[in-house]
T-cell receptor, first 116, second 110 residues
Framework: DTEVTQTPKHLVMGMTNKKSLKCEQH?????MYWYKQKAKKPPELMFV???????INESVPSRFSPECPNSSLLNLHLHALQPEDSALYLC???????????????FGPGTRLTVL | KQEVTQIPAALSVPEGENLVLNCSFT??????LQWFRQDPGKGLTSLLL?????REQTSGRLNASLDKSSGRSTLYIAASQPGDSATYLC?????????FGPGTRLSVLP
């Protein structure tokens, strides 16, 4: 099973709302990632979790708050977002570990977020 | 600065043609390079992964090569089909960081 699942598929929220995006994988991967993708642009890395610890935060505003409650789950908590945060949010996972040259990334289908 | 570029930005070919997509990167200290396809509004599907020590990988009609010293990778698609129409992205891994190219938008006309 090489599947990464993401819920919800679509999300519309106001600027004062609090919502969460969820990502799940059951491949035994120990590295998980959040990306943001604007229309017609490549994905931009936001956060990396390695063995459930945050290892990379690409200077993302604090209105985005990641959480990795266990090795299979990754959440992205959203609060007080701006309309320019509207984008496709992609989750990915990879095996992790010391020899990472053969660590292939697998992506979920994404959550389409619209901030009004 | 680690930058990844892809040419061409867009490509339109008739069905059956063989084609080559190019990916270039400025920092050759890579761990691996991965090719993806993305259909409109969807997630990314992994096509091929080339480790830094490898020169080539093949999967079906796809063949990817890597020349680390010159900072280049190519994706060769044989006998293209309309179902190959998508955006093709290369991603270079530097440690825990991934840098994506802007993509090549491919249209294969029946």
């Amino acid at each position: 099973d090489t599947e990464v699942t993401q819920t919800p598929k679509h999300l519309v929220m106001g600027m004062t709302n609090k919502k969460s995006l969820k990502c799940e994988q059951h491949m035994g991967h120990r590295a998980m990632y959040w990306y943001k993708q604007k229309a017609k642009k490549p994905p931009e890395l936001m956060f990396v979790y390695s063995y459930e610890k945050l290892s990379i935060n690409e200077s993302v505003p604090s209105r985005f708050s990641p959480e990795c409650p266990n090795s299979s789950l990754l959440n992205l908590h959203l609060h007080a977002l701006q309309p320019e945060d509207s984008a496709l949010y992609l989750c990915a996972s990879s095996r992790g570990g010391v020899v990472i040259s053969y660590n292939e990334q697998f992506f979920g289908p994404g959550t389409r977020l619209t901030v009004l | 600065k680690q930058e990844v570029t892809q040419i061409p930005a867009a490509l339109s070919v008739p069905e059956g043609e063989n084609l080559v997509l190019n990916c270039s990167f400025t920092d050759s200290a890579i761990y691996n390079l991965q090719w993806f396809r993305q259909d409109p509004g969807k997630g990314l599907t992994s096509l091929l992964l080339i480790q830094s020590s490898q020169r080539e990988q093949t999967s079906g009609r796809l063949n990817a090569s890597l020349d680390k010293s010159s900072g280049r990778s190519t994706l060769y698609i044989a006998a293209s089909q309309p179902g190959d129409s998508a955006t093709y992205l290369c991603a270079v891994r530097y440690g825990q960081n991934f840098v994506f190219g802007p993509g090549t938008r491919l249209s294969v006309l029946p």
